[in-house]
């Protein structure tokens, strides 16, 4: 009996419930004796807060009131009125990166299963966004901009129906009860910030609010929206709260008091008793160091001399040249100094990797504080630079998502810089090869693919002209935050008009995706970008690299042991084993079988860019392979019957662990040991 006593005694302190399921109510002042339902990464903290996420990556945290509420008149299908107020923070270790944000969400089931971290929320997955068999409302509250979704920015809040992609949105913030004014407000601040969200089941309108904590709640809403939520929510519906961490960025994001009640005005909490959110990181403090006067004037004058050897010393190391046509170019000409600074001195902490064409450094500009990579290749001939840079400039006018973005140069006597977006994931093949610390499954490596695709149709056909990348392979396949796969590397590309025909007669780029044509003629065109793209798909789907030398005699080139594999009707064996048992066989086969397709040593045997994309996406079938003419080399036998002798001539066994960059300008490095 005592036991049962103190039961009640508990429920009634943290949540009271009314009698009439059509007026049910709740509140809860922190969450020290809390009923709720949770999944995932949820769990409730020693001081009474609801914990969704912590800093483990790729996590997703439900928190669900426990019992099913009447949502909807089953009489006249209407949906009640309801109204919500909570209390929430997003705490991150880093004040500048935050992953990926939470949501109030109201569902037919209480959690959500088969819903994704990272910019999913924990609401959706790819297969059932936009679903209107959904019957999902959130309220949500992003902190990292999802282009796929049309985010606004990476501090706003939504009105999320069936889908991420919000009906309604604005960035953080209230708009003040005494002038007026709207003040943004930071999700990631690492204070707490007050909610309210009311649906007026009569007006057909649903209001989201929110302030600073301890607040009065603004007069005038954050968002509005004209809807009738009747064929939204179904009959019986669960509350609840919702959030996920991304690949990189992470954030522990809390609820600290939550009240809800249908047909009613939801209870104000009781901000005095909330428990408080935490501090992060260490707490620096300063130390007063006392030191003598005559020492001071010692430092002082030492340091203005040493200062004044510094400056002259510096001024020379970044005196560069500027000539009269490179005025031309100004707008995308960055000055050295700025790189220098940006780089840290091209210092060894912050490069990002080294190849046979250079090194590339991560750095932030000082004034804008953009994060950029700089490559420093070398260009020997003064003759062609000019002729380089035009090109450069030109290929800077690129836009495309699936593109690293050329943002400039600089020149620097025989040294050339060229200035790309940061991509902070890094390049593809590090998540491939040599016992990757993290590995992507099947679903990220098909994305990664079709974005790859889609970025070379648009330099093969989309754009003002034709651009040939000559170098496409998973070293310069660089991934964003979001792990989309971005093509980059423009140091060999070449561009021509439509309608003409490319005049390239060197060749340049790496050995295992060199089209057997472009070694003989010294030709690049479209097709050999296309045959490059077949080794990329083979290489991502198999998680080897188009030529090992460490491999078996018979296996050393990756796509005879495919096509090997495709004759003896095994193909899916040849799966990236990190892949395990998670992966789609249909659409791991297509990637096997189009890989192939493009490797036809025959040009006009291989699809375009353009078809390429038609059978990613399954809108047109993919053709039978060809019997003949499959091979990474050109060493088997070709469709038309001829044998090509000549490659094994130009390149030597000796060769093989070279990448081939026979250009007036450059000589690559040995590539097949790790790229670049």
């Not at 407000?185 to 089941?201: C, E, F, N, R």
């Not at 179904?234 to 809800?260: C, D, Q, R």
């Not at 170098?471 to 590397?489: C, I, M, P, T």
């Not at 690299?545 to 495709?566: C, F, S």
Request: charged share 20%; net charge neutral; aromatic share 10%.
């Amino acid at each position: 009996m005592f036991f049962k006593l103190a039961v009640v005694v508990s429920l009634l302190m943290t949540a009271s419930s009314a009698a009439d399921e059509n007026h049910l109510g709740f509140v809860y002042n922190g969450f020290r004796s809390a009923n709720l339902s949770l999944d995932g990464s949820a769990e409730f903290t020693s001081n009474g807060l609801l914990q969704l996420t912590n800093q483990t990556v790729q996590q997703v945290g439900h928190a669900f009131y426990p019992n099913p509420i009447s949502f909807n008149n089953s009489t006249n299908g209407t949906a009640f009125s309801f109204s919500t107020t909570f209390v929430f923070g997003i705490v991150s270790e880093n004040p500048a990166v935050s992953g990926h944000g939470m949501a109030f969400v109201i569902a037919p089931t209480r959690g959500l299963p088969y819903a994704l971290p990272t910019q999913f929320l924990g609401l959706f997955n790819e297969s059932n966004n936009r679903n209107t068999s959904n019957h999902i409302l959130a309220v949500e509250f992003d902190t990292v901009q999802a282009k796929q979704f049309s985010d606004i920015n990476n501090n706003h809040v939504g009105i999320d129906i069936n889908g991420l992609e919000s009906v309604e949105s604005y960035p953080a913030g209230y708009y003040d009860n005494e002038n007026g004014q709207f003040k943004n407000l930071t999700l990631i601040s690492a204070k707490p910030i007050q909610v309210w969200v009311q649906y007026d089941g009569v007006e057909k309108q649903i209001n989201v609010s929110i302030s600073p904590f301890n607040f009065d709640k603004p007069r005038l809403p954050l968002l509005s929206l004209s809807r009738d939520l009747s064929p939204i929510l179904n009959e019986i519906m669960y509350v609840g709260f919702s959030a996920s961490t991304g690949p990189m960025s992470t954030s522990h994001h809390y609820v600290l008091g939550w009240s809800f009640m249908i047909n009613g005005q939801a209870q104000e909490l009781s901000l005095s008793q909330l428990p408080k959110l935490p501090r992060l990181g260490p707490k620096k403090r300063s130390k007063l160091l006392t030191i003598g006067l005559p020492i001071i004037s010692v430092s002082i004058t030492l340091a203005a001399v040493l200062g004044t050897i510094y400056v002259i010393r510096r001024k020379r190391k970044l005196a560069e040249e500027l000539e009269d046509w490179e005025l031309v170019y100004g707008t995308h000409r960055f000055k050295y100094k700025d790189l220098y600074i940006a780089t840290k001195g091209f210092r060894d902490r912050e490069l990002l990797g080294t190849g046979g064409f250079g090194r590339v450094y991560r750095g932030i500009l000082p004034t804008s504080k953009i994060e950029i990579a700089v490559k420093r290749i070398s260009h020997e001939s003064r003759q062609g630079m000019r002729e380089f840079v035009a090109e450069i400039v030109s290929l800077g006018r690129l836009r495309h998502r699936n593109l690293v973005q050329l943002l400039g140069y600089c020149r620097r006597k025989g040294e050339l810089l060229l200035v790309y977006d940061y991509m902070s994931n890094g390049s593809l093949d590090k998540y491939l090869y040599d016992q990757p610390k993290m590995t992507l499954n099947w679903r990220q490596r098909f994305l990664v693919i079709k974005g790859v695709a889609l970025g070379l149709l648009y330099l093969h056909e989309e754009w003002e002209q034709i651009v040939l990348h000559r170098d496409v392979k998973a070293s310069n396949v660089l991934l964003d935050a979001e792990l989309n796969g971005r093509l980059g590397d423009f140091g060999l590309a070449r561009l021509y008009d439509h309608g003409t025909d490319p005049q390239t007669t060197h060749i340049v780029g790496t050995l295992g995706y060199l089209a057997p044509e472009h070694t003989r003629t010294g030709k690049a065109t479209a097709s050999t970008d296309v045959f490059a793209f077949g080794a990329f798909l083979l290489e991502v789907a198999c998680g080897r690299r188009p030529i090992d030398p460490r491999a078996p005699t018979e296996d050393v080139v990756l796509v005879d042991w495919v096509l090997g594999l495709y004759y003896r009707g095994e193909l899916v064996e040849a799966r990236d084993p990190n892949l395990g048992t998670e992966y789609i066989a249909e659409e791991l086969e297509l990637v096997l079988k189009l890989g192939l397709l493009c490797s036809h040593s025959e040009p006009r045997a291989r699809p375009s860019m353009r078809q390429v994309v038609q059978y990613l996406e399954r809108d047109v079938a993919l053709p039978e392979l060809p019997a003949f003419g499959i091979s990474a080399t050109g060493l088997r036998t070709l469709s038309n019957g001829e044998e090509f002798d000549e490659f094994a001539t130009f390149f030597p066994p000796s060769s093989m662990g070279l990448s081939v960059t026979a250009s007036s300008s450059v000589i690559a490095d040995s590539l097949l040991s790790g790229g670049r």
